[in-house]
């Protein structure tokens, strides 16, 4: 069964500084990654995909994302937040028709 | 284009009554899910349709039953709504393609308190 792990449940970052938030996958054949993003009160909002080719992937708002296949690793990653990165993130791993199963979350929190 | 939309936004039910969430897209999409989500827990996969007049089950799809008559809309019911099924509800719909890596855009989410 496919599975995702995001170790961290929370982090804080200062404004101005750089990001990565980690991503670990399980699935049995070639992964189909996202990462969404989630305001509070708000729907999700995709980042950034992973189908196939080039292994680093750059996303909307400045994120970039690099799939590691001998990782099993597709971390997030900004080299400088801003204070409206503040919200909860979501890693995902997928194929086909049958759904997405997503990770439990990273909430982010940027101090000034 | 309005995306994806759903109805109600919020909803307060006793346990033991019944209501239908409905989710209308106006992409054309082939596929639509129903996912929810609980604090800690991330989304879990309810039921999805891979197309008109089908659906299937998903990672938690009990005390909960699905309807897609027509393509652009997929209604979620439970039939006698029980505490445990407080959560905020997320339509999806997507293309739907043969090589697999669907992405999925999503709704507003239903937010549903069952006391």
């Known amino acids: 069964a496919q599975s995702v792990t995001q170790p961290d449940i929370h982090i804080t970052v200062s404004e101005g500084a750089s990001l990565e938030l980690r991503c670990n996958y399980s699935?049995?054949?070639?992964?189909?990654l996202f990462w969404y993003v989630q305001s509070p009160g708000q729907g999700l909002q995709l980042l950034l995909k992973?189908?196939?080719?080039?292994?680093l992937v750059q996303g909307i708002k400045g994120f970039e994302a690099e799939f590691k296949r001998s990782q099993s690793s597709f971390n997030l990653r900004k080299p400088s937040v801003h204070w409206s990165d503040a919200a909860e993130y979501f890693c995902?791993?997928?194929?086909?028709?049958?759904?997405?199963?997503f990770g439990k979350g990273t909430h982010l929190i940027i101090q000034p | 284009n309005a995306g994806v939309t759903q109805t109600p936004k919020f909803r307060v039910l006793k346990t033991g009554q019944s209501m239908t969430l409905l989710c209308a897209q106006d992409?054309?999409?082939?596929?639509m899910y129903w996912y929810r989500q609980d604090p800690g827990m991330g989304l879990r996969l309810i039921h999805y349709?891979?197309?008109?007049?089908?659906?299937a089950k998903g990672e938690v799809p009990d005390g909960y039953n699905v309807s897609r008559l027509k393509k652009q809309n997929f209604l979620l019911g439970l039939e006698s709504a029980a505490p445990s099924q407080t959560s905020v509800y997320f339509c999806?719909?997507?293309?739907?393609?043969?090589?697999?890596?669907?992405?999925?855009?999503f709704g507003p989410g239903t937010r549903l308190t069952v006391l």
């Open positions: 699935y049995g054949a070639t992964p189909y």
């Open positions: 349709s891979v197309g008109e007049g089908t659906t």
């Open positions: 999806a719909s997507s293309y739907g393609t043969s090589g697999g890596g669907n992405e999925q855009f």
């Open positions: 995902a791993v997928g194929s086909g028709a049958d759904g997405l199963t």
């Open positions: 992973y189908f196939s080719g080039d292994t």
């Open positions: 992409m054309n999409h082939e596929y």
